[in-house]
Protein backbone atom coordinates (compact mmCIF):
# COMPACT_ATOMS: atom_id res chain seq x y z
CA UNK A 1 0.00 0.00 0.00
CA UNK A 2 1.23 3.34 -1.00
CA UNK A 3 1.88 5.48 2.55
CA UNK A 4 0.92 9.48 1.64
CA UNK A 5 0.27 12.44 3.45
CA UNK A 6 -0.51 15.83 1.85
CA UNK A 7 -1.22 17.13 -1.07
CA UNK A 8 0.59 20.87 -2.32
CA UNK A 9 -2.53 22.46 -1.62
CA UNK A 10 -2.94 20.83 1.78
CA UNK A 11 1.13 21.78 2.73
CA UNK A 12 0.38 25.09 1.74
CA UNK A 13 -3.39 25.45 2.92
CA UNK A 14 -3.51 22.58 6.01
CA UNK A 15 -6.72 23.97 7.21
CA UNK A 16 -8.14 21.92 4.00
CA UNK A 17 -6.79 18.74 5.91
CA UNK A 18 -9.60 16.34 6.90
CA UNK A 19 -9.96 17.81 11.03
CA UNK A 20 -10.32 14.48 12.32
CA UNK A 21 -6.16 13.74 10.29
CA UNK A 22 -5.18 17.39 10.95
CA UNK A 23 -6.15 16.77 14.63
CA UNK A 24 -4.73 14.03 15.21
CA UNK A 25 -1.13 14.70 13.22
CA UNK A 26 -1.24 18.03 15.58
CA UNK A 27 -1.56 15.96 18.66
CA UNK A 28 1.21 13.07 17.68
CA UNK A 29 3.50 16.10 16.95
CA UNK A 30 4.17 16.08 20.20
CA UNK A 31 3.32 12.80 21.45
CA UNK A 32 5.18 10.56 18.60
CA UNK A 33 6.94 12.68 16.31
CA UNK A 34 7.88 9.37 14.42
CA UNK A 35 3.88 7.99 13.84
CA UNK A 36 3.53 8.73 10.04
CA UNK A 37 0.54 10.94 10.37
CA UNK A 38 3.22 13.46 11.16
CA UNK A 39 3.35 13.60 6.90
CA UNK A 40 0.92 16.23 7.57
CA UNK A 41 2.35 18.80 9.82
CA UNK A 42 4.98 19.64 6.71
CA UNK A 43 3.80 22.96 6.56
CA UNK A 44 4.56 26.18 6.92
CA UNK A 45 1.58 27.56 9.59
CA UNK A 46 1.11 25.78 13.06
CA UNK A 47 -2.37 24.72 14.17
CA UNK A 48 -3.89 27.81 14.24
CA UNK A 49 -2.64 29.14 10.63
CA UNK A 50 -0.31 31.42 11.89
CA UNK A 51 2.52 30.90 9.41
CA UNK A 52 6.19 30.45 11.07
CA UNK A 53 8.00 33.89 10.68
CA UNK A 54 9.34 36.55 12.50
CA UNK A 55 10.05 40.19 11.78
CA UNK A 56 13.36 41.04 12.99
CA UNK A 57 14.41 44.07 14.59
CA UNK A 58 15.62 47.03 12.88
CA UNK A 59 18.20 47.17 15.93
CA UNK A 60 19.81 43.93 14.64
CA UNK A 61 19.83 44.62 11.20
CA UNK A 62 20.77 48.23 11.05
CA UNK A 63 18.80 49.07 8.14
CA UNK A 64 15.32 50.35 8.01
CA UNK A 65 13.80 47.95 5.77
CA UNK A 66 12.18 45.36 7.53
CA UNK A 67 13.66 41.38 7.18
CA UNK A 68 11.40 38.85 8.07
CA UNK A 69 12.41 35.07 8.37
CA UNK A 70 10.62 32.76 7.51
CA UNK A 71 11.62 29.89 10.04
CA UNK A 72 11.76 25.90 9.85
CA UNK A 73 12.25 24.41 13.00
CA UNK A 74 8.83 23.72 13.77
CA UNK A 75 8.21 21.87 10.50
CA UNK A 76 8.69 17.64 11.80
CA UNK A 77 13.05 16.78 11.67
CA UNK A 78 13.22 20.64 12.73
CA UNK A 79 13.94 21.81 9.09
CA UNK A 80 11.45 22.66 6.32
CA UNK A 81 13.89 20.68 3.78
CA UNK A 82 11.44 17.45 5.15
CA UNK A 83 8.83 19.00 2.94
CA UNK A 84 11.25 19.07 -0.49
CA UNK A 85 12.26 15.03 0.49
CA UNK A 86 8.38 14.28 1.37
CA UNK A 87 7.76 16.20 -2.89
CA UNK A 88 10.56 14.11 -4.31
CA UNK A 89 9.54 10.76 -2.62
CA UNK A 90 6.16 11.13 -2.82
CA UNK A 91 6.34 11.93 -6.95
CA UNK A 92 8.65 9.22 -7.75
CA UNK A 93 6.23 6.65 -5.89
CA UNK A 94 2.80 7.92 -7.62
CA UNK A 95 4.95 7.13 -11.06
CA UNK A 96 5.56 3.93 -9.88
CA UNK A 97 9.67 5.08 -10.34
CA UNK A 98 10.17 3.13 -6.37
CA UNK A 99 8.07 0.54 -4.34
CA UNK A 100 8.92 0.33 -0.36
CA UNK A 101 8.98 -3.86 -1.27
CA UNK A 102 12.00 -4.06 -3.45
CA UNK A 103 13.87 -0.23 -3.44
CA UNK A 104 16.06 0.98 -1.53
CA UNK A 105 16.43 4.95 -1.55
CA UNK A 106 19.32 6.70 -0.75
CA UNK A 107 19.64 10.58 -0.58
CA UNK A 108 22.82 12.48 -1.04
CA UNK A 109 22.81 15.33 0.82
CA UNK A 110 24.74 17.67 2.93
CA UNK A 111 22.79 17.68 5.80
CA UNK A 112 19.14 18.88 6.46
CA UNK A 113 17.81 17.33 3.41
CA UNK A 114 19.48 13.71 4.02
CA UNK A 115 17.69 14.15 7.55
CA UNK A 116 14.41 14.69 6.44
CA UNK A 117 15.23 12.29 4.02
CA UNK A 118 15.99 9.39 6.52
CA UNK A 119 12.84 10.26 8.52
CA UNK A 120 10.26 10.51 5.49
CA UNK A 121 11.43 7.41 4.01
CA UNK A 122 11.51 5.31 6.88
CA UNK A 123 7.85 6.84 7.85
CA UNK A 124 6.83 5.60 3.89
CA UNK A 125 8.20 2.57 4.57
CA UNK A 126 11.31 2.83 2.58
CA UNK A 127 14.98 1.16 3.55
CA UNK A 128 16.95 4.58 3.63
CA UNK A 129 20.56 5.58 2.96
CA UNK A 130 21.62 9.00 3.71
CA UNK A 131 24.99 9.73 2.11
CA UNK A 132 26.60 12.53 4.02
CA UNK A 133 29.77 14.15 4.02
CA UNK A 134 32.01 13.08 7.00
CA UNK A 135 33.06 17.05 8.04
CA UNK A 136 28.98 17.75 9.30
CA UNK A 137 28.15 18.17 12.49
CA UNK A 138 27.48 15.37 15.09
CA UNK A 139 24.10 16.23 15.82
CA UNK A 140 23.31 15.57 11.99
CA UNK A 141 24.70 11.88 11.71
CA UNK A 142 23.42 11.08 15.08
CA UNK A 143 19.49 12.43 14.42
CA UNK A 144 19.24 10.58 10.65
CA UNK A 145 20.56 7.34 12.89
CA UNK A 146 17.44 8.18 15.18
CA UNK A 147 15.54 8.15 12.37
CA UNK A 148 15.53 4.97 11.31
CA UNK A 149 18.32 5.05 8.43
CA UNK A 150 21.59 4.13 7.84
CA UNK A 151 24.41 6.83 6.83
CA UNK A 152 27.55 6.32 4.37
CA UNK A 153 29.96 9.01 4.91
CA UNK A 154 32.09 10.62 2.37
CA UNK A 155 35.35 12.79 2.43
CA UNK A 156 35.44 16.47 3.11
CA UNK A 157 32.80 18.66 4.42
CA UNK A 158 30.25 20.73 3.58
CA UNK A 159 30.91 21.82 -0.61
CA UNK A 160 32.36 18.04 -1.71
CA UNK A 161 29.37 17.55 -3.19
CA UNK A 162 31.40 15.47 -5.92
CA UNK A 163 32.33 13.05 -3.66
CA UNK A 164 28.44 12.54 -2.68
CA UNK A 165 27.81 12.16 -6.29
CA UNK A 166 30.75 9.70 -6.88
CA UNK A 167 28.99 7.10 -3.97
CA UNK A 168 25.85 7.59 -5.08
CA UNK A 169 27.17 6.41 -8.62
CA UNK A 170 28.35 3.59 -6.77
CA UNK A 171 25.44 2.58 -4.90
CA UNK A 172 23.20 3.05 -8.37
CA UNK A 173 24.77 0.00 -9.99
CA UNK A 174 22.63 -2.17 -7.51
CA UNK A 175 19.44 -2.43 -9.42
CA UNK A 176 17.50 -2.23 -6.33
CA UNK A 177 18.51 1.35 -5.65
CA UNK A 178 16.98 4.28 -6.38
CA UNK A 179 18.95 7.94 -5.90
CA UNK A 180 16.64 10.63 -5.04
CA UNK A 181 18.84 13.53 -5.80
CA UNK A 182 17.91 16.68 -4.21
CA UNK A 183 20.16 18.81 -6.55
CA UNK A 184 18.45 17.22 -9.65
CA UNK A 185 14.71 15.63 -8.80
CA UNK A 186 11.94 18.84 -9.51
CA UNK A 187 10.21 17.48 -6.52
CA UNK A 188 12.91 19.65 -4.32
CA UNK A 189 11.85 22.49 -6.68
CA UNK A 190 8.04 22.34 -6.44
CA UNK A 191 7.63 22.09 -3.08
CA UNK A 192 9.34 25.48 -2.89
CA UNK A 193 7.56 27.32 -5.81
CA UNK A 194 4.18 25.90 -4.69
CA UNK A 195 4.05 25.66 -1.53
CA UNK A 196 6.78 28.17 0.19
CA UNK A 197 6.59 30.59 -2.48
CA UNK A 198 2.73 31.00 -1.88
CA UNK A 199 2.89 30.69 1.57
CA UNK A 200 5.22 34.12 1.44
CA UNK A 201 2.60 36.16 -1.33
CA UNK A 202 -0.06 35.20 1.83
CA UNK A 203 2.77 36.97 4.59
CA UNK A 204 2.47 39.78 2.29
CA UNK A 205 -0.81 40.64 3.00
CA UNK A 206 -0.50 39.92 6.58
CA UNK A 207 2.87 41.91 7.43
CA UNK A 208 0.36 44.20 5.31
CA UNK A 209 -2.18 44.26 7.88
CA UNK A 210 0.19 45.10 10.65
CA UNK A 211 1.49 48.05 9.05
CA UNK A 212 4.65 46.54 7.52
CA UNK A 213 5.44 47.19 4.05
CA UNK A 214 2.47 47.85 1.36
CA UNK A 215 1.18 44.21 0.72
CA UNK A 216 4.00 43.24 -1.26
CA UNK A 217 7.64 41.76 -0.92
CA UNK A 218 10.51 43.34 -2.88
CA UNK A 219 13.48 41.25 -2.56
CA UNK A 220 13.78 37.06 -1.74
CA UNK A 221 17.19 36.20 0.02
CA UNK A 222 18.60 32.29 -0.14
CA UNK A 223 22.20 30.54 0.27
CA UNK A 224 21.59 28.18 -2.86
CA UNK A 225 22.39 24.84 -1.23
CA UNK A 226 20.46 22.24 -3.82
CA UNK A 227 18.50 25.53 -4.95
CA UNK A 228 15.20 24.43 -3.76
CA UNK A 229 14.71 27.07 -1.20
CA UNK A 230 15.33 29.66 -3.62
CA UNK A 231 12.56 28.42 -6.28
CA UNK A 232 9.95 30.49 -4.03
CA UNK A 233 11.50 33.24 -6.04
CA UNK A 234 10.55 32.50 -9.10
CA UNK A 235 6.62 32.24 -7.95
CA UNK A 236 7.24 35.71 -5.83
CA UNK A 237 8.77 37.26 -9.49
CA UNK A 238 5.46 36.33 -11.17
CA UNK A 239 2.93 38.50 -8.58
CA UNK A 240 5.32 41.22 -8.40
CA UNK A 241 7.24 41.49 -11.32
CA UNK A 242 9.79 43.98 -9.99
CA UNK A 243 10.92 41.51 -7.11
CA UNK A 244 14.29 40.73 -6.93
CA UNK A 245 15.74 37.29 -6.55
CA UNK A 246 19.33 36.94 -4.66
CA UNK A 247 21.12 33.94 -4.31
CA UNK A 248 24.16 33.95 -1.74
CA UNK A 249 27.10 31.74 -1.07
CA UNK A 250 30.25 31.34 0.82
CA UNK A 251 33.15 33.82 0.12
CA UNK A 252 35.33 30.74 0.82
CA UNK A 253 33.63 28.81 -2.48
CA UNK A 254 32.62 31.04 -4.71
CA UNK A 255 31.43 28.67 -7.11
CA UNK A 256 28.87 30.93 -8.91
CA UNK A 257 31.00 34.55 -8.26
CA UNK A 258 33.99 33.42 -10.16
CA UNK A 259 34.47 29.39 -10.75
CA UNK A 260 35.90 29.67 -7.25
CA UNK A 261 36.77 26.10 -5.13
CA UNK A 262 37.48 25.44 -1.23
CA UNK A 263 36.06 24.08 2.04
CA UNK A 264 33.18 26.28 4.01
CA UNK A 265 31.23 25.66 7.38
CA UNK A 266 27.65 27.38 6.35
CA UNK A 267 26.25 24.01 6.54
CA UNK A 268 22.93 22.52 4.59
CA UNK A 269 25.14 24.35 1.37
CA UNK A 270 27.00 22.34 -1.21
CA UNK A 271 29.34 24.28 -3.89
CA UNK A 272 31.44 23.33 -6.25
CA UNK A 273 28.63 22.93 -8.85
CA UNK A 274 25.53 24.46 -10.03
CA UNK A 275 22.26 22.33 -8.90
CA UNK A 276 20.19 21.03 -12.26
CA UNK A 277 16.68 22.83 -10.41
CA UNK A 278 18.61 26.10 -10.08
CA UNK A 279 16.86 28.52 -12.28
CA UNK A 280 19.63 30.67 -12.73
CA UNK A 281 18.05 32.69 -15.58
CA UNK A 282 16.05 34.27 -13.38
CA UNK A 283 18.10 35.31 -10.43
CA UNK A 284 18.77 39.01 -10.12
CA UNK A 285 21.84 39.29 -8.18
CA UNK A 286 24.64 36.79 -6.50
CA UNK A 287 26.21 37.67 -3.26
CA UNK A 288 28.97 36.24 -0.92
CA UNK A 289 29.21 35.77 2.80
CA UNK A 290 32.10 34.74 5.19
CA UNK A 291 30.98 31.63 6.72
CA UNK A 292 33.20 32.58 10.06
CA UNK A 293 30.94 35.83 10.71
CA UNK A 294 27.98 33.49 10.04
CA UNK A 295 28.95 30.97 12.38
CA UNK A 296 30.19 33.84 14.76
CA UNK A 297 26.76 35.70 14.40
CA UNK A 298 25.20 32.35 15.35
CA UNK A 299 26.75 32.44 18.48
CA UNK A 300 25.98 36.18 18.84
CA UNK A 301 22.15 35.26 18.84
CA UNK A 302 22.15 31.99 20.66
CA UNK A 303 24.84 32.44 24.10
CA UNK A 304 23.83 34.21 26.91
CA UNK A 305 26.70 37.03 26.68
CA UNK A 306 25.01 37.99 23.47
CA UNK A 307 21.38 38.15 24.51
CA UNK A 308 22.40 40.68 27.49
CA UNK A 309 24.57 42.42 24.48
CA UNK A 310 21.58 42.87 22.24
CA UNK A 311 18.90 43.28 25.25
CA UNK A 312 21.05 45.93 27.38
CA UNK A 313 22.82 47.88 24.81
CA UNK A 314 21.10 47.97 21.77
CA UNK A 315 17.48 47.65 23.49
CA UNK A 316 16.13 44.41 22.18
CA UNK A 317 13.56 43.52 24.14
CA UNK A 318 14.24 40.10 25.85
CA UNK A 319 10.94 38.39 24.23
CA UNK A 320 12.32 39.11 21.02
CA UNK A 321 16.42 38.19 21.92
CA UNK A 322 14.65 34.71 22.99
CA UNK A 323 12.79 34.01 19.86
CA UNK A 324 15.69 34.61 17.17
CA UNK A 325 17.86 32.39 19.98
CA UNK A 326 15.37 29.37 19.18
CA UNK A 327 15.01 30.06 15.11
CA UNK A 328 18.62 30.42 13.58
CA UNK A 329 21.05 27.78 12.36
CA UNK A 330 24.51 29.26 10.73
CA UNK A 331 22.46 29.27 6.79
CA UNK A 332 19.76 31.45 8.57
CA UNK A 333 22.28 33.80 9.78
CA UNK A 334 24.01 33.98 6.24
CA UNK A 335 20.47 34.29 4.85
CA UNK A 336 20.23 37.48 7.21
CA UNK A 337 23.46 39.14 6.20
CA UNK A 338 22.51 38.14 2.73
CA UNK A 339 18.96 40.38 3.30
CA UNK A 340 21.18 43.38 5.29
CA UNK A 341 23.64 43.52 1.77
CA UNK A 342 20.11 43.31 -0.70
CA UNK A 343 18.75 46.30 1.26
CA UNK A 344 21.62 48.51 1.08
CA UNK A 345 22.94 47.41 -2.39
CA UNK A 346 19.41 48.22 -3.92
CA UNK A 347 18.76 51.40 -1.48
CA UNK A 348 15.38 49.51 -0.09
CA UNK A 349 13.31 51.71 2.16
CA UNK A 350 10.96 51.01 5.06
CA UNK A 351 7.87 50.13 2.53
CA UNK A 352 9.84 47.67 1.23
CA UNK A 353 9.94 43.80 2.61
CA UNK A 354 13.08 41.47 2.34
CA UNK A 355 11.96 38.22 3.12
CA UNK A 356 14.77 35.09 3.66
CA UNK A 357 14.53 31.77 5.87
CA UNK A 358 15.92 30.11 8.42
CA UNK A 359 16.27 26.66 7.47
CA UNK A 360 17.03 24.85 10.98
CA UNK A 361 17.56 25.70 14.42
CA UNK A 362 20.66 25.93 17.21
CA UNK A 363 20.10 22.28 17.96
CA UNK A 364 22.01 21.15 15.09
CA UNK A 365 24.86 22.98 15.91
CA UNK A 366 25.92 22.75 19.18
CA UNK A 367 28.99 20.52 18.52
CA UNK A 368 29.68 23.80 16.16
CA UNK A 369 29.67 26.51 19.05
CA UNK A 370 31.67 24.32 20.97
CA UNK A 371 34.70 24.08 18.62
CA UNK A 372 33.76 27.97 17.98
CA UNK A 373 34.66 28.51 21.81
CA UNK A 374 37.87 26.13 22.19
CA UNK A 375 39.09 28.23 19.26
CA UNK A 376 38.01 31.96 20.11
CA UNK A 377 37.63 31.52 23.78
CA UNK A 378 33.76 32.12 25.50
CA UNK A 379 31.85 34.93 23.93
CA UNK A 380 31.91 38.26 26.32
CA UNK A 381 29.84 41.28 26.20
CA UNK A 382 32.49 42.91 24.56
CA UNK A 383 33.19 40.65 21.96
CA UNK A 384 29.41 40.53 21.22
CA UNK A 385 29.22 44.20 20.52
CA UNK A 386 32.47 43.80 17.87
CA UNK A 387 30.48 41.34 16.37
CA UNK A 388 27.31 43.15 16.25
CA UNK A 389 28.95 46.27 15.05
CA UNK A 390 31.41 44.71 12.49
CA UNK A 391 28.92 41.50 11.43
CA UNK A 392 25.14 42.79 11.15
CA UNK A 393 25.92 46.95 11.00
CA UNK A 394 28.98 46.61 9.15
CA UNK A 395 28.03 44.53 6.45
CA UNK A 396 29.69 45.46 3.31
CA UNK A 397 28.59 46.13 -0.54
CA UNK A 398 31.33 43.53 -1.37
CA UNK A 399 31.17 40.24 -3.12
CA UNK A 400 28.04 41.38 -5.26
CA UNK A 401 27.64 40.24 -8.98
CA UNK A 402 24.53 41.46 -10.75
CA UNK A 403 22.27 38.92 -12.51
CA UNK A 404 23.78 40.28 -16.52
CA UNK A 405 22.84 38.69 -19.55
CA UNK A 406 25.95 38.05 -19.26
CA UNK A 407 26.42 36.51 -16.11
CA UNK A 408 22.96 34.71 -16.05
CA UNK A 409 24.75 32.72 -19.37
CA UNK A 410 27.45 31.92 -17.87
CA UNK A 411 26.21 30.79 -14.18
CA UNK A 412 23.57 28.91 -16.81
CA UNK A 413 26.51 27.14 -18.79
CA UNK A 414 28.83 26.05 -15.18
CA UNK A 415 26.20 23.20 -15.37
CA UNK A 416 27.57 21.67 -18.24
CA UNK A 417 30.69 20.17 -16.06
CA UNK A 418 28.38 18.17 -13.66
CA UNK A 419 25.80 17.87 -15.51
CA UNK A 420 26.87 16.82 -19.19
CA UNK A 421 30.20 15.72 -18.28
CA UNK A 422 29.66 13.44 -15.28
CA UNK A 423 26.04 12.96 -14.66
CA UNK A 424 24.82 11.95 -17.70
CA UNK A 425 22.38 14.47 -19.02
CA UNK A 426 22.33 15.80 -23.08
CA UNK A 427 23.33 19.04 -24.28
CA UNK A 428 19.84 19.34 -25.20
CA UNK A 429 17.54 18.98 -22.02
CA UNK A 430 20.87 21.61 -20.39
CA UNK A 431 19.62 24.38 -23.64
CA UNK A 432 15.96 23.51 -22.92
CA UNK A 433 16.57 24.90 -19.34
CA UNK A 434 17.19 28.45 -21.01
CA UNK A 435 13.56 28.76 -22.28
CA UNK A 436 11.55 30.06 -19.03
CA UNK A 437 8.08 27.33 -20.38
CA UNK A 438 10.59 24.79 -19.56
CA UNK A 439 9.89 25.68 -15.73
CA UNK A 440 6.56 26.66 -16.07
CA UNK A 441 5.50 23.42 -17.46
CA UNK A 442 7.30 21.88 -14.19
CA UNK A 443 5.75 24.39 -11.89
CA UNK A 444 2.34 23.14 -13.90
CA UNK A 445 2.60 19.98 -12.53
CA UNK A 446 1.42 20.45 -9.12
CA UNK A 447 -2.18 20.08 -9.66
CA UNK A 448 -2.00 16.77 -11.91
CA UNK A 449 0.16 15.62 -8.80
CA UNK A 450 -2.53 16.50 -5.68
CA UNK A 451 -4.84 14.54 -8.20
CA UNK A 452 -2.63 11.18 -7.99
CA UNK A 453 -2.28 12.01 -4.31
CA UNK A 454 -5.70 12.31 -3.41
CA UNK A 455 -6.30 9.31 -5.57
CA UNK A 456 -3.87 6.86 -3.92
CA UNK A 457 -5.28 7.95 -0.36
CA UNK A 458 -8.95 7.04 -1.83
CA UNK A 459 -7.60 3.45 -3.09
CA UNK A 460 -5.98 2.81 0.34
CA UNK A 461 -8.87 3.96 2.03
CA UNK A 462 -11.14 1.76 0.27
Known amino acids: ??????????????????????????????????????????????????????????ELTGVDTPIVVLYGKDFPTGSHKVGAAYAVLVEKELFGEVDPQVNTLVWPSTGNYGIGGAWVGCRMGFDSVVVLPAGMSRERFEQIERYGARVIKTPGSESNVKEIYDKTWELRQDPKVRVLNQFEVMGNYRFHYYVTGNTIVELAGVLESQGIGDGRISAYISAM??????????????????????????????????????????????????TWIHHVTNMDALMCI?????KKGLQLLTEEAGWRTLSDRYGIAETQVMAMSRIFGISGVCNVLGAIKTARFYGFGPRDVIVTVCTDAIDRYHSVMQDMTARYGPLDETEAAVRMERIFHGQKLDWIQEGTLEARTRWHNLKYYTWVEQQGKTVEALDAQKDPDWWEQH????QGIDGRILAARAEGAA
Open 225 to 274: GSAGTIAAGDRLKQVWPEHKIVGLEPVQCPTLYSNGYGSHDIQGIGDKHV
Open 1 to 58: MIITGPTFDEMLHPERIDPKVRKRALRMKTEDPLDPINLFNITWKDGEGHIYYHVLPE
Open 290 to 294: DDLES
Open 443 to 446: QALV
